[in-house]
């Protein structure tokens, strides 16, 4: 017996005001429930998918992209399938439907029947996973963490546990996209699969990790969550201390250097957090952008190496969603200025 369940993370109907606008957020009206994967189903594999997905005046479903997910090409494309068939009531202005983008899907593949424990044949490779790491046996750990993800991370439990090891491997190969992305995969969906201990840990890193990339506007939201450990653990008030280091920072020198790199067929995500932003590419081509900003979505064709835009800030926080040949290494720098009317 298996169920699909699904959230949204935009349907609050809390009204954004300012004294010339009314604005209503998109909400869903109507879910279709997806089809779980055949052969995560018959190997007892629970999953979910993340996505940003745009809303368009008639409450139609638009272009689908997924944020994050627990793995697995079958669960991603099950979800893709699903959304584009959810309804929405669209996001208004003043009473006129608009095309909208700051809408957040997750779709979650459960099976009743599962129990939140690890069998014993996943405890034996985590250990085995664990040690390797501990020991720099990177090539070892590697076919292991494969075979966990392949056969033996199946419910929530063991995923969560999967992917804090794999953030460990990502952080000793270097793989820094990789690692941010783990690291953002327990914080934000594994929780309570985890003891506060691993949680706490987990948060630590990815802040840490975040700050090595020059994440800023996630840095920040890391360290909300971090500030309602401080009272248990007063050590982690030296990663506030640093963010506020980081602020003054950047009330001085109002420039974001972010590294960056295309290691997959997905784009690369970004939260901005100046309205000014360009591209320095060092190495391969990027195609073009897309821009899923509170009020507006843009897109833009990426014409050469180097190339700027600066966003009016009546859009709100936005969402850079960047596409670009595998391998393409590059630079985002975001600076502060006057922002620009509409």
Known sequence: QSQSQSQSQSQSQSQNKTSNYRLNKAVIIAKHAPRYPYQELQRGQEGWVTMSVVVDPQGQVRDPIVVNSSGGRGFETAALAAVKKFKYQPATLNGEAIESADNRVKISFAIERHRPTATRKFHKLYRSARSSLNAGKLEKAAKTLAKMRDEYANNQ??????????????????????????LKRVVTYYKNQLSKEAYIGALTELYKAQAALNRIRGLLATATLIESYTAEQPDLQSLLKHRDQVLEVLAQHPYIDTPAEINSDRPWQHGLYYKTFGFTVSSGKLH???????????????????????????????????????GTKFNLVEKRQDEPKD
């Open 288 to 326: 073009k952008i897309e821009l899923r900003c509170d009020k507006k979505i843009r897109r833009f064709a990426i014409t050469k190496d180097q190339q700027s835009w600066q966003i009016p800030a009546s859009w709100g926080d936005c969402d850079l969603f960047t596409w670009g040949t595998q």
């Open 157 to 182: 439990y063991e995923l969560a546990h999967l992917a804090v090891l794999e953030s460990n491997y990502y952080h000793q190969t270097k793989a820094h996209g990789k690692r941010l992305q783990s």
